[in-house]
């Protein structure tokens, strides 16, 4: 008889407030020239997270080397990733726990619109724009 196991997973041990978090991503992001960064507050829209950024990268090897670098960013934090769709480069999705990322190439990000997704209006007090 096969034996079986579970594997544990735990949530991060950061520090960091959510808030802090969100900053330390955008201030990542900005650093290495993502595009157009958008931050929401979901705070009373979802229980999945606080916050969501979303960035765009110039190509498909931009969004890759952008989810790396605020992978690794986050690391040294304690706050472990969880990253999708950083094989193809056109979506990537970054989940930091209290803060979700989502990395794409522009007409990608045009074509599925997240910010509309979440009715999000221009300007707005829960909106920050880098």
């Known amino acids: ?19 802090e978090l969100k ?3 955008v201030t990542t992001l900005d650093q290495d020239k993502a595009e157009d960064i958008v931050t929401i507050d979901l705070t009373g829209k979802t229980s999945l997270a606080d ?4 960035a765009s990268g110039r190509s498909t090897r931009q969004v890759g080397a952008l989810a790396e670098k605020l992978s690794a960013r986050i ?17 990537v999705l970054v989940d930091a726990g209290d803060v979700i990322v989502h990395l794409f190439r522009p007409e990608v990000r045009e074509f599925y619109a997240i910010e509309e997704i979440w009715n999000v209006s221009y300007p707005s007090d829960k909106i920050h724009i880098t």
């Open 23 to 25: 900053d330390l991503i």
């Open 51 to 54: 916050y969501m950024v979303i």
């Open 1 to 19: 008889m096969a034996k079986t196991t579970k594997t544990k997973t735990t949530k991060s041990k950061t520090t960091l407030s959510p808030e």
């Open 75 to 91: 690391k040294k934090e304690d706050v472990i990733p969880r990253i999708e769709g950083k094989q193809t480069g056109n979506w």
